[in-house]
């Protein structure tokens, strides 16, 4: 067996890096049949340390190809979060004939006896992003008031005909726009009073949706990531606003007034889209980083620390005149199935005698049940250890308990049940489980509900198991596939 194969919590189907630390996932684009993730990666520590953006691509979201360093620290400071944009124009005139990648970054600065200074800066490639060059007139955005002056995500805005970045300043957002990527104006703040602030702004994003696919209903969603603070035992995590964006201004709806999280677990930070999604695609894919802040550096490791969530497609949809942000796995991973279970109307008796017979630590478990029924999936289970995933239909509420899941010592606040509300459709519940060696996401209510969580089990704690509040308790169905990405022949 390869080095790779044998660490105990290296994802199937998950990416990490092939070695040291890795976080967010940064300058996510799409570009000439490649999906390119750039991330925060220390290549000489298992912990955080000098930033660089380590890169890896693929082609099909599920098999990726780790490259070398995309960007390192130079004399001038490290290279901090950011994003990627195709310049099909050559706005910023740094390429010829063919169009390429420019990289957006935070480049952090700290030299000794004054605080870190934060500038945005660019850095552009011709060779479908294997080497970079960093742009001569850097920084191209800086600013003399905030500390906190990060992870610049750029987009191109159609209606006004030029590039729009959204910033984390603090405990706000900046907008800005520009001609060329490289002068910036600034056009508006936002947040000063509204959603969740017990935590430093970080990684935003923003983008147009149309509510159930109709254009006609099109909103604009921003995501925000806040930093972790120890009042707090949820730690880093991500809220989202939607409202009405017009080049300049953010103006969030009625519902964003009150706090909206996208993830109900714990691990699921830092999530960004792609850019340049071809139009006939049209999905808006993302990725986030699958730790927190409390604990990032103290997990359990072995030669790599860090992974990243499965590739995630977003959708807005009107659940009974609130418009919500929903999450699905991206469609592609339905290739790395390998059937191993079906069953239609089981009893809880049937049902939990197949899932006992099965031994798997990489997986999908989608399953349909009546709505207002409680019910619990055991998985990773062995010896002491398992992690239970169900629906409590008392509280309305999807869970994953990981207070028996495996390694928690790290941490003192690792062990928990982490819950998100569910709004059933049609009177039933749906669930998909994702299962790998070190985490487990569900999205319940096709994708309304979601809970990520790391859990750290033993490699042989692989067992299933059913459990129902009632004798009579059905499932209108059930599968199990284990995810086992071969690479395409
Ligand atoms: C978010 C973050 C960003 C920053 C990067 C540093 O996890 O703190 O704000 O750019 O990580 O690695």
Redesign the pocket.
């Known amino acids: 067996m390869s080095t790779v194969a044998k660490q105990n919590y290296r994802g199937r189907y998950h990416y990490s890096p092939k070695e040291k630390w890795m976080?967010?996932p940064n300058g996510l684009v799409y570009f000439a049949g490649e999906y390119h993730l750039f991330y925060?990666h220390h290549p000489g520590g298992m912990t955080?340390g000098p930033?660089h953006w380590g890169h890896a691509a693929s082609k099909d979201l599920v098999h990726w190809e780790e490259f070398g360093i995309a960007l390192a620290p130079d004399e001038n400071g490290t290279i901090?979060?950011g994003s990627a944009v195709v310049d099909w124009r050559n706005t910023t005139g740094f390429f010829g004939e063919e169009p390429g990648l420019v990289a957006i970054y935070?480049r952090h600065c700290e030299a000794e006896g004054t605080p870190p200074v934060q500038t945005q800066c660019l850095a552009f490639s011709a060779d479908k992003g294997r080497t970079w060059t960093k742009y001569e007139g850097n920084p191209v955005l800086a600013h003399d008031v905030y500390a906190d002056f990060?992870?610049p995500k750029v987009f191109w805005h159609v209606e006004t005909r030029r590039w729009v970045m959204i910033l984390?300043c603090g405990q706000t957002v900046c907008l800005y726009h520009s001609p060329d990527l490289k002068a910036w104006t600034f056009g508006s703040e936002f947040g000063d009073g509204l959603g969740f602030h017990g935590g430093v702004w970080?990684?935003p994003d923003l983008f147009p949706l149309a509510v159930d696919g109709d254009p006609a209903r099109t909103r604009w969603v921003m995501l925000v990531?806040v930093?972790d603070d120890p009042a707090f035992p949820e730690g880093?995590r991500m809220q989202y606003f939607t409202g009405d964006f017009d080049g300049i201004s953010f103006v969030p709806d009625a519902d964003s007034k009150e706090v909206r999280w996208l993830d109900g677990g714990r691990d699921h930070?830092?999530g960004v889209s792609w850019s340049d999604i071809p139009p006939e695609d049209g999905r808006r894919l993302t990725i986030g980083?699958m730790s927190n802040?409390k604990y990032a550096n103290l997990t359990p490791a072995d030669m790599f620390r860090g992974a990243m969530t499965v590739p995630r497609e977003l959708a807005l949809e009107d659940r009974d005149g609130v418009v919500i942000l929903a999450q699905r796995p991206v469609r592609e991973l339905e290739r790395a199935r390998v059937p191993v279970l079906t069953l239609a109307g089981a009893t809880r008796r049937e049902a939990e005698a197949a899932l006992q017979a099965l031994r798997l630590d990489s997986y999908e478990l989608v399953a349909e049940a009546e709505a207002g029924r409680s019910f619990a999936f055991k998985v990773r289970m062995g010896g002491d250890q398992e992690t239970v995933v169900g629906v409590d239909a008392d509280r309305e509420e999807v869970y994953v308990d990981r207070t028996r899941s495996g390694k928690h010592e790290f941490h003192e606040q690792f062990r928990g049940v982490h819950t998100a509300a569910l709004r059933p459709r049609g009177g039933r519940i749906d669930l998909r489980i994702f299962v790998d060696r070190a985490s487990v996401e569900v999205f319940a209510c096709e994708g309304q509900a979601v809970v990520t969580d790391l859990i750290f089990p033993d490699p042989e704690s692989t067992g299933l198991s059913l459990e129902a509040d009632d004798e009579d308790f059905r499932l209108i169905s059930l599968s199990v596939f284990e995810m086992a990405p071969r690479l395409p022949e």
Do not use: H, K, L
Request: contains cysteine.
């Open positions: 976080n967010d925060q955080w930033m901090f979060s935070t990060r992870d984390a970080e990684c990531s930093g880093s930070y830092a980083w802040w």
